[in-house]
């Protein structure tokens, strides 16, 4: 259905895209195909896609000793709706301080009572987890929390500092 033209045999064939990760960046940002070309025309692809909340890059990565962390977590989707001539765009977004979805709708914000999931998915954004070390025997470099005190008193002053910043009056859902 959608073969690529090649350009050393002047033909149309089916083919495979590779694509080889080096490092993983602190933000993934994944854009899924949603239109496809038939003929001369654009169509919507409305399939629903069931995205994770969260995604292990460790088995797509080439550098497999220079990450101590590969698990992303989903914090905002861009959802449109509509077909290619014109549509709307929404967003779902996840409050870290309480773990919350939201919906954003132009100027009105929801609470959504359960994960998002959407047929009308078009961009996805996960965050690195660095709580989530790898569970590979391969990485010697992940932090030891046991025999290191350096270590221990530098997060033990980030989580004050994260409770003090947690505690303030503007909070909100």
Not at 6 to 21: H, L, S, T, Y
Not at 35 to 64: A, C, E, S, W
Request: proline content about 3%; hydrophobic content about 25%; some cysteine.
């Amino acid at each position: 259905d959608d073969k690529w033209y090649c350009p050393n045999c002047k033909d149309f064939v089916c083919a495979d895209k590779k694509m080889d990760i080096w490092k993983l960046p602190e933000i993934l940002i994944i854009h899924l195909k949603r239109f496809q070309n038939v003929g001369f025309r654009r169509h919507k692809i409305g399939m629903n896609i069931d995205y994770p909340l969260t995604l292990n890059m460790k088995n797509y990565t080439i550098n497999k000793k220079g990450h101590t962390y590969s698990t992303y977590d989903l914090y905002g989707v861009t959802l449109h709706h509509g077909g290619f001539g014109g549509g709307h765009y929404t967003a779902y977004g996840k409050n870290f301080k309480n773990g919350n979805w939201f919906e954003f709708n132009d100027s009105s914000v929801h609470r959504l009572k359960s994960t998002p999931n959407s047929s009308s998915a078009y961009l996805l954004f996960y965050q690195l987890n660095k709580n989530i070390p790898n569970d590979d025997d391969d990485f010697d470099d992940i932090p030891s929390n046991n025999n290191n005190n350096d270590n221990n008193s530098s997060n033990n002053n980030n989580n004050n500092n994260n409770n003090n910043n947690n505690n303030s009056d503007d909070e909100t859902d």
